[in-house]
């Protein structure tokens, strides 16, 4: 059994709320993981050639095609993204929509599997958690559990974090807000979350051990998804 954690934003590995939230998740599970973080990858949305229908292999030539066989290896997944603009930041989103190769008649690649969501906001973070746990249901994987929090917004060492009125630290603390450890949201030292981080990593690694029924799973999230569909029409 082997999870893939994929960290969805751009910043560097030490300073991102999400690289370090969705490490945290990974470690809990107590199971084999790789992390691979998306910063510096190129990877462009789905065009919609529909070059994949036949074969289920998308043809765009980017840094998804390596990721794909990493993807179709993993049993689970724990995904991280960022809050841009109250929404998935885009090169996660863009990763995920080229999931659409696996949307054609494919049956053994991703149904059924399970994973985590991991959103991170410089205010809030279940936006982007919920945008990946649609994403995860569209292709019959079940999130067992989302994970969202605040990291530390670019605000707070841009220089103009204390003045600037529409930054994170003034939303937050309003007029004299003052840029010190204590109001810089650092993930590691958010207790609620690295709980809750730790117990969605335990409660993945334990589904996987107890005979994971995939199928069962499958037919749960087809439903769930049909569900979801009728209060579209
Ligand atoms: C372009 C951009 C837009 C953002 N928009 C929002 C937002 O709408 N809401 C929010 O809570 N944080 C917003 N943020 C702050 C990030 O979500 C925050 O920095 C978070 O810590 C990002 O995760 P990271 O630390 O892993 O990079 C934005 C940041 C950027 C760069």
């Known amino acids: 059994m082997k999870i893939l954690g994929i960290s969805g934003s751009p910043r560097n590995e030490s300073t991102s709320g999400v690289y370090r939230t969705v490490k945290t998740v990974l470690e809990a599970t ?5 992390l691979v973080s998306l910063r510096g990858k190129t990877i462009s949305g789905c065009i919609a050639c529909l070059g994949c ?3 289920n292999v998308c043809k765009v030539k980017d840094d998804m095609q390596a990721l794909r066989e990493k993807i179709v290896g993993a049993d689970a997944y724990v995904v991280g993204g960022a ?3 109250s929404s998935l930041n885009s090169i996660t989103s863009a990763f995920f929509e080229r999931w659409f190769q696996f949307r054609h008649r494919e049956e053994n690649t ?4 399970l994973a985590v969501a991991v959103g991170i906001g410089g205010t809030a973070g279940s936006a982007p958690a919920d945008v990946i746990e649609r994403y995860f249901l569209y292709n019959f994987v079940e999130t067992v559990a989302k994970v969202a929090g605040r990291g ?3 605000c707070y060492t841009c220089g103009y974090g204390e003045t600037c009125k529409v930054g994170a630290p ?4 309003g007029e004299g807000v003052r840029i010190t450890p204590e109001t810089t949201p650092d993930v590691m030292k958010d207790q609620g979350l ?3 981080a730790m117990e969605a990593g335990r409660l993945l690694g334990n589904r996987l051990r107890d005979k994971h029924d995939r199928n069962a799973v499958t037919a749960r999230m087809q439903a769930r998804l049909m569900e979801a569909f009728k209060g579209a029409v």
Do not use: P
């Open 110 to 113: 991703l149904w059924g599997k």
């Open 83 to 85: 809050n841009y603009y």
């Open 170 to 173: 003034y939303f937050l603390y």
């Open 53 to 55: 229908a036949n074969d």
């Open 30 to 34: 107590g199971m084999q993981y790789e």
């Open 194 to 196: 690295m709980t809750a």
């Open 152 to 154: 530390a917004a670019s």
